[in-house]
């Protein structure tokens, strides 16, 4: 059975409860949510420092909310992905000094491909040692919003998660067999179904309609957009779960 398990977590002493259970792909998803941790200090243009210089992914000792998830699937111990959301009180300039510094001591390289550095928003990606990585930064409420993702290429390919080069990967399942199919990029596509049937479909980056037809009759219509290298899980349940990026 292919199982992939998402974890969201804060610090112990803040963290709100929030659990849910969504089938997807022929598995399990498991999601638990973090909460707000309000520190009292103002903005400065002093430069930032980590909470915690050894983590894999820095957050700034000023921040006044942080939360970090991790994507596993069954039987490889190794996240997927991991990922860091986050409020920092500092200048949006200040936070980026900050990452670039402390994600180039952890061995991260920037790229020059598709940068964006503006006054109010920063989308960079890297190569990081265990994969392909992206910084968001970006303004609200007087704070810098920060969301850090890197996602880990060996993993992914162990759990054949990892689409063709140029491709991006979508991964789905139905949990009644025979009965179901997918219709998507003008094909249509048989669903084996049951727990221990996912399927994979690669498909250009793009944006695409898909529908999930049940003994005949349409059940769900829904669009999602993929770039290179990504890979999705569909929900093909009865709920209105939207399609989550895995790797």
Known sequence: MTTVRRVMRGPARWLLPLCG???????????????????????????LTPADPDADLPVPKQHSFFRSSTTHATGIEVPLRVGLEGRVQAQLGDVLAFYRTELAKRGWEEKSDGAVVAADHVQLAFASPKGPATLKLGRAEDETTVSLVQRNTEAAAKANFLPMPGQARLIFGYLVPDV????????????????????????????????????GYPVRTCSITVASGETWSLSLGNDDKEPDQIY
């Open 21 to 47: 259970l969504a089938l997807l792909a022929g598995g399990l998803i498991a999601a638990s949510a973090g909460g707000w941790l309000p520190h009292p200090s103002p903005q400065s243009s002093a430069a």
């Open 180 to 215: 179901a199919s997918l219709t998507i990029n003008d094909q249509t596509i048989k669903i084996a179904g049951g727990v221990n049937h996912p399927q994979t479909l690669d498909l250009p980056p793009g944006t695409y309609s898909y529908e999930l037809i049940v003994s």
